[in-house]
């Protein structure tokens, strides 16, 4: 194989652009190097990218490197990389080696990150996916170990989730008239710019956010609505997240919003534009939770579309 060239297949989950590669067609070993261009105009661009290694002995059929474009960094866990995997899996020749039982319906693959092991759970029929289902408890996990609680910024009440910072719509436009999350103008991220910037000067972690996220319960149909201005300073905004509607989730269980313990599931309006809270789409997860903390977690979307598969040229 031509090592200046990368078989990739993208993919998005309610516009959150996901870009999945092979290790093996990597040129060396500088694996972080060569996959952030990947992510930025004017190449493939993407939100994250998977670096997949194929596992057929392993307890985990998969594992996974996840690069990460708001922190030009690796990423532990990527709910909507997860549920393209899930796609392509069945739709796509992602894996040449990888041969899974199409017959069996449904399809459980499990996928080793940065957390832990990541079970997917793949409706599929004919060929096509009807959707996937993917175990987000080691995401939970990891961000109850790293704390979670709530917390005061200058203008706004917020939750600290692990790495996010989750921020009620609301508290933003009653503490700032004027800002309207349905239409995020120019006036609206600089507010945005504010409250991640106060984040970061009370020093709640040692790096800077780059995980982001803003709910409200304005839904008249669902459990809420949601967007994730992750890097709102260079004008990244995601506007559907899997961690992040986790970690929303976890935010509204500890600010009591979720009153009763035991199974529910919460539809939430994701994905579309990244300038409007909401969308036209839906993520759903479905939890268990006991005495405010969520024990088990389970995460699909509804709009997770492949839209391209091909070679990219890189740096021999």
Known sequence: MNKSKLNFVKGHMGGNQIILTLKEDYPGENYLETALPLLKPPHIQGDQLGILTVQPDGEAEMKVKIVDSSNDDYLEMCGGLAQVLGKAIVEVDLVSKFRPDLDSTPLDITLETDIGPVPLRINHGKGQVQEVFTGMKAFVDRCYEKGVSKIQLDEVPATKVGDFLVVEGNKIEEAFPGVNLENIDDGAV?????????????????KKNADFAIYDLDSNSHAGRLIFPHRVTSGHIEPACGTGTVAVGIAMAERRQLSEDGERELDFESGGSPTAIGGPDLTTIQLVLKKNRIEDIYLRHSLVEILATGQARVKP
């Open 190 to 206: 600089e507010v945005l710019k504010e409250i991640q910037k106060d984040f970061d000067r009370k020093d709640f972690m040692a």
